[in-house]
């Protein structure tokens, strides 16, 4: 049980308080001015911004309910064979998820893209996957970045068009 594994309860405790905060942010976005944030700089690129409003609103409670479940659910689940890495990418995977339902310019959207993309494929693979479980997540892998690749040439045209990634001005 979890209890032979001290360091998983608090990381899926983490990720479904994580998730409780997407909930909130969520049902206030529903009823108020959008609500942002922005923080980082990377090459004149804001690594991290959001901007939850209406539209977002329903996505981000709805990955805060689903989030808060599959925490709670994944505390007593795994037998022995899973490993510590697992406490982090299903927060990882959460968190960066919430990011793409609010990113507010294509930098942000692309690297939150990438972090759900490479903790979702952990969370796939696991650290002991079986031929079959490799296949299939190698197929996962290639699919997430052909897709990637996909929004990275939309992403170039349409903020070459507009002069920036920023959502509003795409």
Known sequence: GALGRPWRTPALLAA????VAFVGVGVA???SDPISA???AVLGFVPFDVRYDGLS???VVALGVVGVAASVYAIGYHDGVRSRVDGVALPVFLASLGVV??????????LAWELMAVSS???????????AVA????????????ATAALVI??????????????DAI
Do not use: E, M, Q
């Open 16 to 19: 479904a308080l994580g998730s």
């Open 29 to 31: 976005a529903l009823g």
């Open 38 to 40: 922005a923080a980082g």
């Open 57 to 59: 609103a329903p996505f």
């Open 101 to 110: 339902f609010g990113a507010d310019d294509g930098f942000a959207f692309l």
């Open 121 to 131: 494929a952990w969370l796939v693979f696991g650290p002991s996957p079986t031929r």
């Open 135 to 146: 296949r299939n997540g190698y197929i996962y892998v290639a699919l997430t970045h052909v």
């Open 154 to 167: 939309a992403f170039a045209l349409l903020g070459s068009a507009a002069g920036s990634l920023d959502f």
